[in-house]
Each structure stands twice: as C-alpha cells, then as structure tokens.
C-alpha cells in the first residue's frame, strides 16, 4: 500500500475562501505532483517538483500555488476559490527513473472540492 | 510533447472472460516507461502493470499482461479470468525518463464486470 495521503478527503467550501489541500508521503520521493482530474476525465499535471523549494507549473493552468519545504509536504493552494475549481485533486510522488524498481508514480486517494 | 490515446471510453466483460483494453501512444522518444493504472470509484489510483520500452519482453503480472507493440506504438492490457473487483476506470499512462517525468494519462476506459 502507498505510503502517501491527503486531507481531507472532501471538502464543500464557500466561494471566496482561502484552502489548503495537504499532501504528505512517507517514501522519501524527491518529485511531487499535483493532478486534477474531472469526474470521468483523465488527469491533467498542474504542479510539480523536484524536491525541496523546487516547483514548477504544469501543463494545465491553475490558480493554485504550491510549496515544497520540506520533502515530504507538498500542500496546494487556492488563495479564493471559486465555482470553477470545483474538481478532483490527486496528489502523487515518484522517484527517480532507473533508481530500481520504482518507476511509477503512487497516488494519494484524493481530495474532492466542491465551491459553491 | 507526448500523448496517449484510449479509444475505448467503456467496455464490458462476463465475469471470468477475458478482455483487451486498448492504448496508443505517440513520442519521439526511444526510452521511456509505460503503465495501467487502476480507479475504482472513490478510490485511491493503483498501479496495475508497467512496461520499460527498452524491454521486448511483454510485462505480465497474475491475470493482468500487456502486448506492447514498440513500432506500431501500442500498449494493450489484457485482464485473463476477469473478476467483479477489477470493475473501475483504467488508464494508460505515459512516462518519459526526461525532463519533470510526469505521468501523461488517457482519457480512461471504465471496466464493467457482468456477473
């Protein structure tokens, strides 16, 4: 089982409000990765990083920041959230490629928020 | 930039059938990884099987085995025996060993098991 989690598991919050999704992984992976992913839809990369301080933007636009202070946390930011950023938002962690066996990247179980 | 195609949006099997999902992909790329990933509904995204590309050897683990066809660019999962658990969404993935190595995913095809 995947050593990675994320709180909360559902969130409904108001429009305008401030949150932070937590993400945290116990495998001591370098790269992070922030998904979004609609109900039914694959999965688009909006965050990513290296390892500590290092953060990217993906290939989807978001609205969202990310932080990566330590190697283990890697929360995501919505500074006012609004109806379109209702999704789902799977976190994930890797290591390196060609480091062993493990090429793939272990999801947590997601949060679901809704803004309305 | 790469992307993965799943042409099958749903698919259905008789419990202890066989099915095939399907998977393409395009890179220029001649070393990178492959996967199917497993969602059940609500939960947590597992991995099913990989594949190295520099391996011609197909990767086959229990009832679950690819047919990765390197030059027609094609990544099959065939799941053998088919059970009621293996109901959910499966993607394809994409990894490059380059670059932020991000995982680019298909569009999913959803499983049904008719028991």
């Known amino acids: 089982e995947a050593d990675i989690y994320q709180t909360p598991r559902y969130l409904v919050i108001g429009t305008g409000k401030k949150i932070t999704l937590e993400c945290s992984q116990t495998?001591?992976?370098?790269?992070m990765y922030w998904y979004q992913q609609d109900p039914g839809m694959e999965l688009h990369l909006i965050h990513y990083?290296?390892?500590?301080?290092?953060?990217e933007k993906g290939d989807l636009s978001s609205e969202s920041t990310v932080s990566r202070i330590r190697t283990e946390h890697f929360p995501l930011t919505l500074e006012s959230a609004r109806p379109s950023h209702t999704s789902q938002y799977l976190c994930?962690?890797?290591?390196?490629?060609?480091?062993?066996?493990?090429?793939?990247?272990?999801f947590g179980q997601g949060t679901r928020l809704t803004v309305v | 930039a790469q992307t993965v195609t799943q042409s099958q949006p749903e698919m259905s099997v008789q419990e202890a059938e066989t099915v095939t999902l399907s998977c393409t992909y395009d890179t220029s790329e001649s070393d990178y990884y492959l996967f199917w990933y497993k969602q059940p509904p609500s939960r947590q995204m597992i991995l099913v099987i990989r594949?190295?590309?520099?391996?011609?050897q197909n990767a086959t683990e229990n009832r679950f085995s690819v047919n990765f066809q390197k030059a027609a660019k094609s990544f099959s999962l065939k799941i053998s025996d088919s059970q009621l658990g293996d109901a959910a969404m499966y993607f394809c993935?994409?990894?490059?060993?380059?670059?932020?190595?991000?995982?680019?995913f298909g569009t999913g095809t959803r499983l049904t098991i008719i028991p």
């Open positions: 990083s290296y390892g500590v301080n290092s953060t």
């Open positions: 495998m001591g992976h370098d790269k």
């Open positions: 993935a994409y990894r490059s060993p380059f670059g932020n190595e991000k995982l680019t």
């Open positions: 594949q190295e590309a520099y391996k011609q």
């Open positions: 994930a962690s890797s290591d390196r490629p060609g480091t062993g066996s493990n090429t793939e990247a272990f």
